[in-house]
């Protein structure tokens, strides 16, 4: 299990998570499966597996108000209790509102990801998220961290009555632990932060985009998939997201390595290292005006500026 490394690069600029406006609106994606997408980008997105006996949740919010809202939402669409919460990722925003969820509801994720929970310190973790809240007083309510009643490795199967739920761990991506929620049936699968819309990259938490790229060639290899929901920005279908993050972390581990090799420092790396096909935003949120687009592709050169910064890290460490 690898810590995310906390270095940004000078003028890094965070995804604005704070729950501030947030709602959750359920977009169906089959009989009983739910997107539940936030309003704004690039705030978090949810998710809702509903079975003849009961319901399973997928990721509970950066606030246990949050976390409320999210069972407000599921209450609207069902009325089969909630038994199984799941986290995709140990980061703060998909987890300080698991303590909203009661006990009778089984939290579960990967082994990597509860380890990362278990040595991390919770003040450290809300200082990592702190930037992402603008401001927002939010995570002041967030005073404990629940972690997973139940651990997988590989592979876990959760049978909701008439629908099975499969779990999956690949390997590293955005973290170590990164957990794939997929519903065979429905051919859909929550992602968390393990793939993103093609246009959106990444954030190379863990620094290696040569394990990443063989953690999805993995699920590629596993998951007959159509629909992914990434735990931020929108729907995307499954084959141009895998192939837009293939392409662009073989693109970055290319050009990152050559220019290293060829004596350049990263400060210039970040100048020279180009992203093909970065997402417009007005291409995915028409009401969106041109100031949010601007901003939007901001944080997208951001991103990947960090890419790079962490590549030319990991490769001084792999050296």
Same mark, same amino acid.
């Given at each position: 299990?690898?810590?995310?490394?906390?270095?940004?690069?000078?003028?890094?600029?965070?995804?604005?998570?704070?729950?501030?406006?947030?709602?959750?609106?359920?977009?169906?994606?089959?009989?009983?499966?739910?997107?539940?997408?936030?309003?704004?980008?690039?705030?978090?997105?949810?998710?809702?597996?509903?079975?003849?006996?009961?319901?399973?949740?997928?990721?509970?919010?950066?606030?246990?108000?949050?976390?409320?809202?999210?069972?407000?939402?599921?209450?609207?669409?069902?009325?089969?209790?909630?038994?199984?919460?799941?986290?995709?990722?140990?980061?703060?925003?998909?987890?300080?509102?698991?303590?909203?969820?009661?006990?009778?509801?089984?939290?579960?994720?990967?082994?990597?990801?509860?380890?990362?929970?278990?040595?991390?310190?919770?003040?450290?973790?809300?200082?990592?998220?702190?930037?992402?809240?603008?401001?927002?007083?939010?995570?002041?309510?967030? =005073?404990?961290?629940?972690?997973?009643?139940?651990?997988?490795?590989?592979?876990?199967?959760?049978?909701?009555?008439?629908?099975?739920?499969?779990?999956?761990?690949?390997?590293?991506?955005?973290?170590?632990?990164?957990?794939?929620?997929?519903?065979?049936?429905?051919?859909?699968?929550?992602?968390?932060?393990?793939?993103?819309?093609?246009?959106?990259?990444?954030?190379?938490? =863990?620094?290696?985009?040569?394990?990443?790229?063989?953690?999805?060639?993995?699920?590629?290899?596993?998951?007959?998939?159509?629909?992914?929901?990434?735990?931020?920005?929108?729907?995307?279908?499954?084959?141009?997201?895998?192939?837009?993050?293939?392409?662009?972390?073989?693109?970055?581990?290319?050009?990152?390595?050559?220019?290293?090799?060829?004596?350049?420092?990263?400060?210039?790396?970040?100048?020279?290292?180009?992203?093909?096909?970065?997402?417009?935003?007005?291409?995915?949120?028409?009401?969106?005006?041109?100031?949010?687009?601007?901003?939007?592709?901001?944080?997208?050169?951001?991103?990947?500026?960090?890419?790079?910064?962490?590549?030319?890290?990991?490769?001084?460490?792999?050296?």
């Amino acid at each position: 299990m690898i810590h995310e490394t906390s270095e940004r690069q000078e003028g890094f600029i965070a995804p604005n998570l704070s729950p501030a406006g947030l709602r959750l609106e359920p977009v169906p994606l089959a009989d009983g499966v739910y997107g539940l997408m936030a309003n704004k980008l690039p705030k978090d997105n949810n998710g809702l597996i509903v079975g003849n006996d009961a319901a399973l949740v997928i990721d509970s919010g950066i606030t246990p108000t949050i976390g409320r809202h999210i069972q407000d939402v599921v209450a609207g669409i069902t009325d089969k209790p909630i038994r199984f919460l799941v986290n995709t990722t140990y980061h703060g925003d998909h987890t300080f509102g698991n303590t909203a969820f009661g006990q009778d509801v089984t939290l579960v994720s990967s082994r990597l990801n509860k380890a990362a929970m278990a040595t991390m310190d919770l003040a450290e973790e809300k200082r990592l998220r702190g930037d992402s809240m603008y401001g927002d007083p939010g995570l002041q309510e967030v =005073v404990t961290w629940r972690q997973p009643d139940v651990v997988f490795d590989r592979f876990c199967e959760i049978d909701l009555g008439g629908r099975v739920v499969h779990l999956w761990h690949f390997g590293p991506g955005n973290g170590s632990g990164d957990t794939i929620v997929h519903v065979p049936d429905a051919k859909v699968a929550w992602v968390g932060n393990f793939l993103r819309h093609p246009g959106i990259p990444p954030m190379l938490l =863990v620094g290696d985009p040569v394990a990443y790229l063989r953690s999805i060639q993995a699920l590629r290899a596993t998951l007959r998939v159509d629909t992914l929901i990434p735990g931020h920005g929108p729907l995307t279908d499954a084959e141009s997201s895998l192939s837009w993050m293939s392409s662009y972390l073989n693109s970055l581990a290319t050009s990152v390595a050559r220019q290293r090799e060829a004596g350049h420092d990263v400060a210039k790396l970040l100048d020279t290292v180009p992203m093909d096909d970065p997402l417009d935003l007005l291409d995915v949120a028409p009401g969106a005006d041109q100031a949010e687009a601007l901003r939007f592709s901001s944080l997208m050169n951001s991103l990947h500026r960090l890419n790079i910064l962490l590549t030319y890290r990991w490769l001084d460490h792999a050296h």
